[in-house]
């Protein structure tokens, strides 16, 4: 099979450039670097792709690495545990044996996972369930010899070395995956929380639903109360939802299609505005500098809505992808819309005989300089270049020349603004009830960005329904997720020098609720649509990161292959010709791991090099 390509498109720009720094990347060897006993380094030569299991593992000794959690199936054995928020009520998550409800136990992880399928979704007790109000399920402990049967370790025999971690997040996802069909109807009812959250119009009258447990009141404010919100106080139910429901006028919705809207709320006596969480468009006064953005309610009439009229193509046996900013990929100096893109660039691109384009800075990003990549508005699609309805022609039209699109989603971090972004939420609440953790853990000192607790509730449906939104309101055909690294380790790479040793990747050091988080998605993903295409950005060289999740995997498609990029740019900045190894371009090219596919790129964003002109940004 062909190895599959991507390319990157763009063009000019305006703006002061604040790229976002990536983790330090000391690319590991995927086959591993092997250390010869008694302490002497060898130095492997770069050699042909080989088995992952046919090589050596690292045996260098790290003594947190190997005080590894320790699942076993007897209360009495000392469990090893990273810091994790325990539920102010019972939950659903089984305590780790040794903790709390050990004993022996005979259920199997793989057939828990049939049976839960089998049985079908569980009815709700509450439409918006949390896990405050989970009971505990003794029908979920797995015992450590069913582990044994997942299919990764015949894979690769050196992950039967850390069999307790992969016990330990196999028995979270299924608890978490039950306890969603148990309370929420299932992980499809679960992530259509954008049906139920923020504002939504039924032939009864306009409902709107905000989750922010620390506010003491509030109310729906904007263009059409005359920012006035005393008439428009909002309830607040047991679970932290926030509810108005508001009839029509006249048979109209009272909240009119493109009007303004803000959430207003009291914490600590003083009222602060915020755009709504769940907002599908938000816009600037471009001519006022430093307006903030406003939430815009968006519910064109039928006649206005845009209607898809062409099939997802089929899924390549290998995507070639180019890569672009929709903003950046006019000829002229000003932002491009969508339509232009689509009329312009899109012909082009099929053409060039690519199959797959890659949208970057899809999502609502108020820095326009950040690429995307802090982005303030999950749900709303970014105003400098058109409308929602504009971005569904796009995708419409690249489905006509058959092309797939894919959306570079960021779930592993948010913009830490607070007037127009999901920090405005943050006013100091503990971790539960927040989108974020508390404290260092929920900011990112290297991006300036917020992390989110994805050991909530309400993250989890607002992250699984994100992803939903997009696939089914816009039809696109998969994601590239940026920052896998940061979301899979708690030190989220940072000043972190990979070497392949395995002890790096299954230790304390592993964020299980982002990987749970990350297994939920990409079940629900290919259950949604099992032709979509998920790419994960990754530069630790997790194992079984692209393995499906019923094998012990994350579940994701590809993996970017990360280092090929770098040589490239290496050798072409700093080699001259005679001087390039034909043996270190085979192996770079060649170096990923058996059985886990991976995306072969020569440049992307990351390698665009910068020069600022007079305030013009020139790739």
Same mark, same amino acid.
């Given at each position: 099979?062909?190895?599959?390509?991507?390319? /990157?498109?763009?063009?000019?720009?305006?703006?002061?450039?604040?790229?976002?720094?990536?983790?330090?990347?000391?690319?590991?060897?995927?086959?591993?670097?092997?250390?010869?006993?008694?302490?002497?380094?060898?130095?492997?030569?770069?050699?042909?792709?080989?088995?992952?299991?046919?090589?050596?593992?690292?045996?260098?000794?790290?003594?947190?690495?190997?005080?590894?959690?320790?699942?076993?199936?007897?209360?009495?054995?000392?469990?090893?545990?990273?810091?994790?928020?325990?539920?102010?009520?019972?939950?659903?998550?089984?305590?780790?044996?040794?903790?709390?409800?050990?004993?022996?136990?005979?259920?199997?992880?793989?057939?828990?996972?049939?049976?839960?399928?089998?049985?079908?979704?569980?009815?709700?007790?509450?439409?918006?369930?949390?896990?405050?109000?989970?009971?505990?399920?003794?029908?979920?402990?797995?015992?450590?010899?069913?582990?044994?049967?997942?299919?990764?370790?015949?894979?690769?025999?050196?992950?039967?070395?850390?069999?307790? #971690?992969?016990?330990?997040?196999?028995?979270?996802?299924? !608890?978490?995956?039950?306890?969603?069909?148990?309370?929420?109807?299932?992980?499809?009812?679960?992530?259509?929380?954008?049906?139920?959250? @923020?504002?939504?119009?039924?032939?009864?009258?306009?409902?709107?639903?905000?989750?922010?447990?620390?506010?003491?009141?509030?109310?729906?404010?904007?263009?059409?109360?005359?920012?006035?919100?005393?008439? #428009?106080?909002?309830?607040?139910?047991?679970?932290?939802?926030? /509810?108005?429901?508001?009839?029509?006028?006249?048979?109209?919705?009272?909240?009119?299609?493109?009007?303004?809207?803000?959430?207003?709320?009291?914490? @600590?006596?003083?009222?602060?505005?915020?755009?709504?969480?769940?907002?599908?468009?938000?816009?600037?006064?471009?001519?006022?500098?430093?307006?903030?953005?406003? @939430?815009?309610?968006?519910?064109?009439?039928?006649?206005?809505?845009?209607?898809?009229?062409?099939?997802?193509?089929?899924?390549?046996?290998?995507?070639?992808?180019?890569?672009?900013?929709?903003?950046?990929?006019? !000829?002229?100096?000003?932002?491009?819309?969508?339509?232009?893109?689509?009329?312009?660039?899109?012909?082009?691109?099929?053409?060039?005989?690519?199959?797959?384009?890659?949208?970057?800075?899809?999502?609502? #990003?108020?820095?326009?300089?950040?690429?995307?990549? #802090?982005?303030?508005?999950?749900?709303?699609?970014?105003?400098? /270049?058109?409308?929602?309805?504009?971005?569904?022609?796009?995708?419409?039209?690249?489905?006509?020349?058959?092309?797939?699109?894919?959306?570079?989603?960021?779930?592993?971090?948010?913009?830490?603004?607070?007037?127009?972004?999901?920090?405005?939420?943050?006013?100091?609440?503990?971790?539960?009830?927040?989108?974020?953790?508390?404290?260092?853990?929920?900011?990112?000192?290297?991006?300036?960005?917020?992390?989110?607790?994805?050991?909530?509730?309400?993250?989890?449906?607002?992250?699984?329904?994100?992803?939903?939104?997009?696939?089914? !309101?816009?039809?696109?055909?998969?994601?590239?997720?940026?920052?896998?690294?940061?979301?899979?380790?708690?030190?989220?790479?940072?000043?972190?020098?990979?070497?392949?040793?395995?002890?790096?990747?299954? /230790?304390?050091?592993?964020?299980?609720?982002?990987?749970?988080?990350?297994?939920?998605?990409?079940?629900?993903?290919?259950?949604?649509?099992? !032709?979509?295409?998920?790419?994960?950005?990754?530069?630790?060289?997790?194992?079984?990161?692209?393995?499906?999740?019923?094998?012990?995997?994350?579940?994701?498609?590809?993996?970017?292959?990360?280092?090929?990029?770098?040589?490239?740019?290496?050798?072409?900045?700093?080699?001259?010709?005679?001087?390039?190894?034909?043996?270190?371009?085979?192996?770079?090219?060649?170096?990923?791991?058996?059985?886990?596919?991976?995306?072969?790129?020569?440049?992307?964003?990351?390698?665009?090099?910068?020069?600022?002109?007079?305030?013009?940004?020139?790739?």
């Amino acid at each position: 099979m062909a190895s599959p390509s991507l390319l /990157s498109g763009g063009g000019g720009s305006r703006g002061r450039l604040r790229r976002r720094r990536k983790p330090k990347k000391i690319t590991p060897s995927l086959r591993g670097r092997e250390e010869v006993e008694g302490g002497k380094d060898a130095n492997p030569a770069p050699a042909p792709a080989i088995k992952l299991e046919e090589l050596p593992v690292l045996t260098r000794w790290d003594s947190l690495a190997a005080e590894m959690l320790c699942i076993t199936s007897s209360s009495s054995s000392p469990v090893p545990l990273q810091p994790t928020r325990r539920p102010r009520a019972p939950s659903d998550r089984a305590a780790p044996p040794g903790i709390a409800g050990g004993g022996n136990v005979r259920l199997s992880v793989l057939s828990v996972q049939r049976d839960v399928r089998r049985s079908g979704p569980a009815k709700a007790k509450s439409k918006f369930a949390t896990a405050a109000t989970v009971q505990e399920n003794k029908t979920m402990e797995a015992t450590k010899d069913d582990v044994n049967h997942l299919p990764i370790y015949k894979l690769d025999p050196k992950l039967e070395k850390f069999k307790d #971690h992969f016990s330990y997040r196999m028995k979270r996802y299924l !608890e978490q995956k039950s306890s969603i069909e148990k309370n929420e109807g299932g992980l499809e009812e679960f992530s259509k929380g954008y049906l139920k959250f @923020g504002i939504n119009t039924n032939k009864d009258g306009t409902v709107y639903r905000e989750w922010a447990p620390a506010a003491q009141e509030a109310q729906l404010v904007g263009d059409f109360n005359d920012w006035n919100g005393a008439n #428009h106080n909002m309830k607040k139910d047991k679970f932290g939802v926030w /509810s108005i429901k508001i009839d029509h006028v006249k048979g109209e919705p009272a909240i009119p299609h493109n009007s303004r809207v803000k959430f207003r709320f009291k914490h @600590g006596g003083v009222w602060v505005d915020r755009i709504p969480a769940w907002i599908r468009y938000a816009t600037v006064d471009a001519s006022k500098f430093g307006a903030p953005y406003d @939430g815009v309610h968006w519910d064109p009439p039928a006649s206005e809505r845009y209607v898809f009229m062409y099939p997802r193509p089929p899924k390549p046996d290998a995507p070639r992808i180019y890569e672009a900013h929709v903003g950046m990929s006019g !000829e002229e100096p000003a932002v491009s819309t969508y339509r232009e893109f689509a009329d312009n660039v899109l012909p082009r691109i099929r053409a060039n005989n690519y199959n797959t384009v890659q949208l970057m800075a899809v999502m609502e #990003h108020s820095y326009y300089a950040s690429f995307g990549y #802090h982005v303030t508005n999950f749900f709303a699609v970014s105003s400098r /270049s058109g409308t929602p309805e504009d971005l569904k022609y796009l995708v419409d039209k690249a489905h006509s020349l058959g092309l797939r699109v894919l959306m570079d989603v960021v779930h592993s971090h948010a913009s830490n603004n607070v007037t127009d972004g999901l920090n405005g939420y943050d006013v100091g609440q503990n971790t539960h009830e927040s989108y974020f953790h508390t404290g260092d853990r929920g900011y990112h000192k290297l991006w300036d960005s917020r992390l989110f607790n994805y050991a909530n509730w309400e993250v989890l449906r607002f992250l699984l329904s994100n992803l939903r939104y997009w696939m089914h !309101e816009f039809m696109f055909d998969g994601f590239r997720f940026d920052g896998v690294t940061s979301m899979l380790y708690h030190h989220h790479g940072i000043n972190v020098g990979f070497t392949g040793n395995y002890k790096e990747y299954f /230790s304390l050091d592993t964020d299980v609720d982002a990987v749970v988080y990350m297994m939920l998605a990409n079940h629900l993903m290919h259950k949604i649509l099992p !032709e979509a295409t998920v790419v994960a950005e990754d530069v630790s060289g997790m194992p079984v990161l692209c393995r499906p999740v019923d094998e012990g995997g994350v579940g994701f498609d590809y993996r970017l292959a990360m280092a090929i990029p770098d040589r490239w740019i290496d050798y072409l900045k700093n080699k001259d010709d005679s001087e390039w190894s034909m043996g270190e371009i085979a192996h770079t090219l060649t170096n990923r791991r058996y059985t886990e596919k991976c995306i072969a790129y020569a440049e992307s964003h990351d390698q665009v090099p910068c020069v600022i002109l007079e305030g013009n940004i020139v790739m």
